[in-house]
Every structure is written in structure tokens, then in C-alpha cells.
């Protein structure tokens, strides 16, 4: 078992930087890749950013792709999502996840979930 929390969402502005972060306890943190998904009023949760136990293979969905950086610090149980230039588009619930497939965008592939933070962008 491993229990996920967010922090770090809130309001911004088009063309701000938000940093969020997740962190997992009841588990290593090093056994697992860590993800974080978003989820848009009346969209599906889409995946955004992975990478693997050690940080050194990652993968993001083309949306965010240049402007988005994913990292991990193992020494704090925490995986960071770095988001610069936001856009309106970006607003949406973000969650991080655990699991044992770092390439995976599918929701199924993903072992366990925090319950999100609120991001929201204004034009």
C-alpha cells in the first residue's frame, strides 16, 4: 500500500510557472515510477508526465512537452511536476500516481492515486 498526497496548485496566469508536488508514504518510494495525470471539467483524466524509479527516464504527453519538467527526490519521497508558461488550457485537477510502468498513459497501469490539486489558469 502507498498513500499519495498533492500540493503546490492554485490560481495563476497565463504565462506563470506553478511547481506541484506529490508526496507517497506507507511505501519506498524508490520501488515505484510516479506519474501525474490531469483531469479538465467534463474531460477525461489524461496522462501529463512519468518517470521511472531513479529519474532518469521520463516521458510527457506532447501538450505539455518543452514547458513541463517531472523530477523526483528519493531522499524525500516527493515527485515534482514543473510547470512553466501555463496556459487556460492547463486548468484542471492534477493527480500523481504510482506504479511499476514509467511509459504507461493509461490510467489502468497506475497502482495508486493521491486525490488531486487544483490548478487554475486565467487568460
Known amino acids: 500500500q502507498a498513500q499519495l498526497a498533492e500540493s503546490g496548485g492554485g490560481l495563476a496566469q497565463a504565462g506563470d510557472s506553478l511547481r506541484l508536488s506529490c508526496v507517497l508514504s506507507?511505501?519506498?518510494?524508490?520501488?515505484?515510477?510516479m506519474a501525474w495525470f490531469r483531469q479538465a471539467p467534463g474531460k477525461e483524466r489524461e496522462f501529463v508526465a512519468s518517470?521511472?524509479?531513479?529519474?532518469?527516464?521520463?516521458a510527457y504527453a506532447d501538450s505539455v512537452k518543452g514547458r513541463t519538467t517531472i523530477s523526483r527526490d528519493n531522499a524525500k519521497s516527493t515527485v515534482y511536476l514543473q510547470m512553466n508558461r501555463l496556459q487556460p488550457e492547463d486548468t484542471a485537477v492534477y493527480y500523481c500516481?504510482?506504479?511499476?510502468?514509467?511509459?504507461?498513459?493509461?490510467?489502468?497501469?497506475?497502482?495508486?492515486w493521491g486525490q488531486g490539486t487544483q490548478v487554475t489558469v486565467s487568460s
Open positions: 500516481a504510482a506504479g511499476f510502468v514509467y511509459r504507461s498513459q493509461r490510467m489502468g497501469a497506475w497502482d495508486y
Open positions: 506507507g511505501n519506498i518510494f524508490s520501488n515505484y515510477a
Open positions: 518517470l521511472n524509479w531513479s529519474g532518469d527516464l521520463t
